[in-house]
């Protein structure tokens, strides 16, 4: 079975890999012909519909000549085949290492402050006696987003232990969801967030540790991580009272984006709100959500 889903993110390579890709494009030390390029990238379009422009064929050089360089195969070609032949830890390895993930704690903050200030004291007046709510993060990443929402929702639902509150965080990349699921991150990936916020949700490390912070088990508790293609089978039914998917969709074509949308609206509750990346748009793409300005949504 091919691995789940996620995420390439919006596609922003670091200083140290953009280094590492000039240098391997000047003298490539394995053949990477444009054959070999679109073996791979029609593997990654039909089983995750992500689509790799030719802009991106450095990039995956890079990425997976370390494969090569290991010794395990000689050349690309013996990659791909062992890819096309269903090697499953060579096809977990290619969907991994192509994934870019770029996510922060409370990133584009304008939507948790949303949350907090619209779509929570909506619920809490629609749900009455039903004390139940129900979140999925489609394409958690290494979990700094649900952990926000989780945050989130544990600072502005009153009487919050008077609730069922479940998260659902799925991404397509195992090492991710494994990250996310540990809740530990170097303690430069909270900066900026209020002390205060820090001293309630984070434990800081010690010793060798002391550079790493660790989320607090209240928020564990609220989320289960899980490995998701977004293009196969939901196990899940919903409903899901709002959502995040957000620089998801981007590098999906239209035709695959008007199908996920048109899945997402069937698995929300009416009206719920859905969330979306800053360079996203439902425009063209759905009409079965009303748009509420800076990429927020609500099924209509």
């Known amino acids: 079975?091919?691995?789940?889903?996620?995420?390439?993110?919006?596609?922003?390579?670091?200083?140290?890999?953009?280094?590492?890709?000039?240098?391997?494009?000047?003298?490539?030390?394995?053949?990477?012909?444009?054959?070999?390029f679109e073996r791979i990238r029609q593997f990654v379009s039909e089983h995750t519909g992500i689509v790799l422009s030719?802009?991106?064929?450095?990039?995956?050089?890079?990425?997976?000549?370390?494969?090569?360089?290991?010794?395990?195969?000689?050349?690309?070609?013996?990659?791909?085949?062992?890819?096309?032949?269903?090697?499953?830890?060579?096809?977990?390895?290619l969907i991994n290492a192509i994934t870019t993930n770029l996510t922060a704690f409370f990133r584009e903050n304008h939507h948790f402050e949303y949350?907090?200030?619209?779509?929570i004291p909506d619920l809490v007046k629609k749900k009455g006696n039903n004390k139940r709510i129900r979140v999925w993060s489609a394409g958690?990443?290494?979990?700094?987003?649900?952990?926000?929402?989780?945050?989130?929702?544990?600072e502005s639902l009153p009487n919050f232990d008077q609730w069922d509150v479940k998260i659902l965080a799925t991404d397509l990349d195992a090492n991710v969801v494994a990250h996310g699921?540990?809740?530990?991150?170097?303690?430069?990936?909270?900066?900026?967030?209020?002390e205060a916020r820090i001293k309630r949700w984070f434990k800081r490390g010690r010793g060798e540790s002391a550079d790493m912070v660790k989320v607090s088990p209240e928020l564990q508790q609220m989320i289960t991580f899980k490995r998701?293609?977004?293009?196969?089978?939901?196990?899940?039914?919903?409903?899901?009272d709002f959502m995040f998917c957000?620089?998801?969709?981007i590098y999906f074509d239209k035709d695959t984006q008007r199908v996920l949308f048109d899945r997402y609206a069937d698995i929300l509750a009416p009206e719920a709100h859905l969330f979306i990346g800053h360079s996203e748009t439902l425009f063209k793409v759905s009409t079965r959500f009303d748009s509420f300005g800076n990429t927020i949504y609500r099924k209509n």
């Open 54 to 93: 030719n802009a991106k064929k450095d990039m995956v050089y890079g990425r997976l000549s370390k494969r090569i360089r290991k010794g395990r195969f000689s050349s690309f070609d013996e990659f791909c085949h062992a890819v096309e032949t269903g090697d499953h830890e060579e096809q977990d390895f």
């Open 246 to 249: 957000r620089n998801v969709v």
């Open 1 to 36: 079975m091919i691995p789940p889903f996620l995420v390439l993110t919006e596609s922003r390579v670091g200083d140290e890999e953009l280094k590492t890709i000039m240098a391997e494009q000047k003298n490539r030390e394995f053949e990477f012909s444009d054959a070999n």
């Open 181 to 194: 699921k540990r809740g530990v991150y170097r303690d430069d990936r909270i900066t900026g967030l209020p």
């Open 115 to 119: 949350l907090a200030n619209t779509v």
């Open 140 to 154: 958690c990443s290494t979990g700094e987003e649900p952990y926000s929402i989780a945050i989130t929702l544990r």
């Open 228 to 240: 998701l293609n977004l293009l196969h089978e939901w196990p899940m039914s919903g409903p899901f």
